[in-house]
């Protein structure tokens, strides 16, 4: 199974910071990618797929970048409603597997 | 607006049987693949099974293979999970997800259920 690792496992930013996560893959993925947001109690939701597409009605201050073994994902611009857990996901083949799941916290 | 809504979930022995199951909405249920995903509590998050859109198609993650069963019904616009020999390491919210935005097996997860709470525990 392709292993995926983010880091760091937990953010703490302040309001208006721009921040990065960094997810890896144990082997080339390409482009197979995506990163989605999680909230507390909540379902994921799909923010990114082939690792820089934004999915419809996501803000554009989420970007994505990255092919290969490495892949960020930055929020340019922390607003109070981006604090959450963010996990990447590789969809190259099954399994497909997740990141550890990196949580952004309040500063 | 799309809607995936999961039920099912429940207390269940170990060793025991339940089936979820997640009647879907507002998409063309029988165009595309769909999938199984859990999270333990506290935990991150697990792919268990995909079908394909006419459910020809089936694939498990190793941890359940040979225990769990996927199927669709594509004229009531419902998947379902069919879960035998349950395991305390089973207990997660199991999630039902819309393969997409692309129709192809291998694609990302566009829309998710709410989740459906499966713990196992005598």
């Known amino acids: 199974d392709i292993q995926m690792t983010q880091s760091p496992a937990t953010l703490s930013a302040s309001v208006g910071d721009r921040v990065t996560i960094t997810c890896r893959a144990s082997?080339?993925?390409?482009?197979?990618l995506a990163w989605y947001q999680q909230k507390l109690g909540k379902a994921p939701k799909l923010l990114m797929y082939?690792?820089?597409i934004l999915e419809s009605g996501v803000p554009s201050r989420f970007s994505g970048s990255g092919s290969g073994t490495e892949f960020t994902l930055t929020i340019s611009g922390l607003q109070p409603d981006d604090f959450a857990t963010y996990y990447c996901?590789?969809?190259?083949?099954?399994?497909?597997?997740f990141g550890q799941g990196t949580k952004v916290e309040i500063k | 607006e799309v809607q995936l809504l999961e039920s099912g979930g429940g207390l269940v022995q170990p060793g025991g049987s339940l089936r979820l199951s997640c009647v879907v909405s507002?998409?063309?249920?029988?165009?595309?693949?769909m999938s199984w995903v859990r999270q333990a509590p506290g935990k991150g998050l697990e792919w268990v099974s995909s079908?394909?859109?006419?459910?020809?198609?089936?694939d498990y993650a190793d941890s359940v293979k040979g225990r769990f069963t996927v199927s669709r019904d594509n004229s009531k616009n419902t998947l379902y999970l069919q879960m035998n020999s349950l395991r305390a390491e089973d207990t997660a919210v199991y999630y039902c997800?819309?393969?997409?935005?692309?129709?192809?097996?291998?694609?990302?997860?566009?829309?998710w259920g709410q989740g459906t709470l499966v713990t196992v525990s005598s």
């Open positions: 079908v394909s859109d006419s459910g020809d198609r089936v």
């Open positions: 082997q080339s993925i390409r482009n197979c």
């Open positions: 507002e998409f063309t249920f029988s165009s595309y693949a």
């Open positions: 997800a819309k393969i997409g935005p692309r129709k192809q097996w291998l694609s990302p997860f566009d829309y």
């Open positions: 082939d690792a820089s």
């Open positions: 996901h590789q969809y190259i083949r099954y399994p497909g597997t």
